[in-house]
């Protein structure tokens, strides 16, 4: 289990930046060494713990990238077409034994080995045949056309994945080209998530006039499943402070993550801050970011915990800036920087200097073809439809106090957080 020092979230000052939150996370969170070999095929999203360097060449042989014909070097036409007679026929996954004559063209199909003496392909669109059944090949074509060389795409060799990488389609692709049908993996990050709140019901359960279904656990859930993480469901904990000093404690140790949400603003129904105190050691981040309250950091027996708000929209956005870069840090992934689109806005919108803020938006195609973003009608952070019926989020960096319809903002699509 990530084992953390109880002071490693401590922070001095009064109000941190996003960029000032992330650095402190990325330097103070150990990552854990557990590795474990994962077969290809389970090996999406998951991050790698040792360099891939290339057992073999890419391609790993000479061939044509094109049906067509190929031809000795010597026998490329200069100034003129000229016609050669047909010698041979290489198919994809068929030889190219022997040299083609001189003065003769092979039949060569995407994806064949180039005879010996050839490098040079003429696409089959390109050539036409004469009366005498040659090929009639023409003049001003490079040497090299249309071949891809042995180890043009990665030579044999290279760190062709570095340990960090998290694992995406194209990644788990390139081990198979390598012939590759296991991956040492960092072991998946244990994460224990509880909700908070006497006001929550469970899906499932009764719930009382005066509760509402719980459903940041099950968002939280899903982006952590998203990010690689294994996930223990620990259900709803009670507003009061010694039942949630137990449920956290009986978790810690056995999780490389406690992950809470609800009850850290600093409210006298706002419990998990002193429930933490009693087990382990706390402190508040108050970060220059709307929506997103107070992040409750803590650690209890050496495990990390992340308290998020309550309100689902401060919930999400802060999951975004503090619990994904705690799990690429636990797991030793590379850094993921989060990197906005720039688009058009079409909406106006004031706001202070100094902090950062995210506008739900939609994207729409502007007459001129552009892409614009329009900003949701309406702003509380406790809307869900406001996640729902949009498509990312406008960053609005500290120094931004105004956006006026047609200037440039920054995007981040939904689809680019996980
Ligand atoms: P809190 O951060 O506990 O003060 O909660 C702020 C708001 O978020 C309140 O309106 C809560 O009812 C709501 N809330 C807290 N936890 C959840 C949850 N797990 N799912 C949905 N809403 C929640
Ligand atoms: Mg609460």
Known sequence: MAQLSDDCFAFGGPMMSVDEAVGLITTRVNAIADLETVRLTDADGRVLARDVVAPLPL???TNS???GYAVRDADLPQGVERAFPLDG???AGGLAQ???????TARIFTGAPMPPDAKTVFMQEDVRIDEAGRIVLPPGLKPGANVRPAGEDIPQGR?????GQRLRPQHVALAAAFGLTSLDMVRRIRVAVFSTGDELASPGEPRAPSQLFDSNRFMLMAMLR???CEVSDLGILRDERTSLASGLKQVAGRHDLILTTGGVSTGEEDHVKAAVESIGSLVLWRMA???GRPVAMGIIDGTPLIGLPGNPVASFV???HVVRPTVLALAGGLPEPLTPIPLRAAFTYKKKAGRREYVRASLRRAQDGRLEAIKFPREGAGLLSSLVETDGLVELGESITAVEPGQDVGFLPYADLL
Do not use: E, S
Request: glycine fraction near 6%; aromatic fraction near 6%; proline fraction near 23%.
């Open 65 to 67: 990238a094109v049906d």
């Open 318 to 320: 802060t999951f975004v």
């Open 89 to 91: 026929r290489i198919p």
């Open 59 to 61: 391609p790993p042989f």
């Open 98 to 104: 022997a040299p083609i004559k001189p003065g003769h």
């Open 289 to 291: 970011i709307k929506p």
């Open 226 to 228: 998203r990010l690689g």
């Open 159 to 163: 760190v062709a994945l570095p340990a």
